[in-house]
């Protein structure tokens, strides 16, 4: 009787074991983020996403352009200039709330080697693809190893927790904050691609600053990160370089966060901040 508990005891340790390595295996990410802060999209910055997807002869390319008002637009200027570049197959799938659920559509995303969000309204964008199986669908991709490319609103879509662009104390859409305050900022859920980070876009042609340091101020363990136009991300797991003409801010690590009595105003005693061009690399959590 001891012989046999001994065998079953070793019996569910290995089957623990193969369990443990498979979900491991599963939570790893084969594939790689391409995030862009909107702006002209360069041939050499989009030959450079070829380069990182990494494409053969058989792959094919899925437009998702539903963040955009004019969706048909966004997908045949993606489209055009890409066509200069590379002979794989470019075409769009334009989800909406019912053919977000649809299998053949979500079988053929999660085919495609490259999939690239565009801008407009990233809130738009979440609308249709929260809790569908168009979501799992993206991370299916990437898990598998897909490149997975956002250009503005398709750049905040990245986060797990995505700036809108609104804020909450003020009706009145700006491009930028006049102030840093507590629960201002508005964020909804975004793809979660990207961990413990925030990102804005357009970041230094709109002087997002305030912004961004708002975000630090609600989210002080995450990164935050300002990607100016015609500049980019390359994300492979935790490691990120930049590519494009532009620079990238990255700020951490704030401390001595304290609130105002006056108009919710915020103050941050020390944080850190750097700033990358095309080459530079840095590593996040």
Same mark, same amino acid.
């Given at each position: 009787?001891?012989?046999?508990?001994?065998?079953?005891?070793?019996?569910?340790?290995?089957?623990?074991?193969?369990?443990?390595?498979?979900?491991?295996?599963?939570?790893?990410?084969?594939?790689?983020?391409?995030?862009?802060?909107?702006?002209?999209?360069?041939?050499?910055?989009?030959?450079?996403?070829?380069?990182?997807?990494?494409?053969?002869?058989?792959?094919?390319? $899925?437009?998702?352009?539903?963040?955009?008002?004019?969706?048909?637009?966004?997908?045949?200027?993606?489209?055009?200039?890409?066509? =200069?570049?590379?002979?794989?197959?470019? /075409?769009?799938?334009?989800?909406?709330?019912?053919?977000?659920?649809?299998?053949?559509?979500?079988?053929?995303?999660?085919?495609?080697?490259? &999939?690239?969000?565009?801008?407009?309204?990233?809130?738009?964008?979440?609308?249709?693809?929260?809790?569908?199986?168009?979501?799992?669908?993206?991370?299916?991709?990437?898990?598998?190893?897909?490149?997975?490319?956002?250009?503005?609103?398709?750049?905040?879509?990245?986060?797990?927790?995505? &700036?809108?662009?609104?804020?909450?104390?003020?009706?009145?859409?700006?491009?930028?904050?006049?102030?840093?305050?507590?629960?201002?900022?508005?964020?909804?859920?975004?793809?979660?691609? $990207?961990?413990?980070?925030?990102?804005?876009?357009?970041?230094?042609?709109?002087?997002?600053?305030?912004?961004?340091?708002?975000?630090? $101020?609600?989210?002080?363990?995450?990164?935050?990160?300002? &990607?100016?136009?015609?500049?980019?991300?390359?994300?492979?797991? =935790?490691?990120?370089?930049?590519?494009?003409?532009?620079?990238?801010? $990255?700020?951490?690590?704030?401390?001595?966060?304290?609130?105002? =009595?006056?108009?919710?105003?915020?103050?941050?005693?020390?944080?850190?901040?750097? /700033?990358?061009?095309?080459?530079?690399?840095?590593?996040?959590?």
């Amino acid at each position: 009787m001891k012989f046999s508990k001994k065998i079953f005891s070793c019996f569910i340790i290995a089957v623990f074991t193969v369990l443990s390595n498979n979900s491991l295996q599963a939570q790893k990410n084969n594939g790689k983020l391409f995030i862009i802060g909107g702006g002209n999209r360069s041939d050499k910055l989009m030959t450079q996403l070829i380069t990182v997807a990494d494409l053969t002869k058989k792959d094919y390319i $899925v437009v998702l352009p539903m963040s955009s008002e004019e969706p048909d637009s966004a997908y045949i200027y993606f489209k055009n200039q890409m066509e =200069k570049l590379t002979k794989n197959p470019i /075409v769009m799938l334009n989800f909406n709330s019912n053919t977000a659920n649809s299998k053949v559509l979500n079988d053929s995303l999660q085919k495609a080697k490259l &999939i690239f969000i565009s801008g407009g309204d990233q809130t738009r964008f979440m609308n249709i693809v929260n809790n569908t199986p168009l979501f799992n669908s993206i991370h299916t991709a990437y898990e598998n190893g897909s490149t997975i490319a956002g250009t503005s609103a398709g750049a905040a879509v990245m986060c797990e927790h995505m &700036i809108t662009g609104n804020q909450k104390l003020e009706s009145k859409y700006q491009n930028t904050f006049d102030n840093i305050r507590f629960g201002n900022l508005e964020t909804n859920q975004g793809l979660g691609l $990207v961990k413990n980070v925030i990102i804005d876009q357009h970041f230094l042609k709109r002087s997002r600053y305030n912004r961004l340091l708002s975000a630090m $101020v609600e989210f002080p363990d995450h990164i935050g990160i300002g &990607i100016d136009e015609s500049t980019a991300l390359i994300v492979r797991n =935790k490691e990120i370089e930049i590519t494009g003409e532009s620079a990238v801010i $990255v700020l951490k690590k704030p401390k001595g966060i304290k609130k105002s =009595k006056i108009d919710n105003l915020a103050s941050i005693k020390s944080l850190q901040i750097a /700033v990358y061009i095309e080459g530079q690399k840095f590593k996040i959590k």
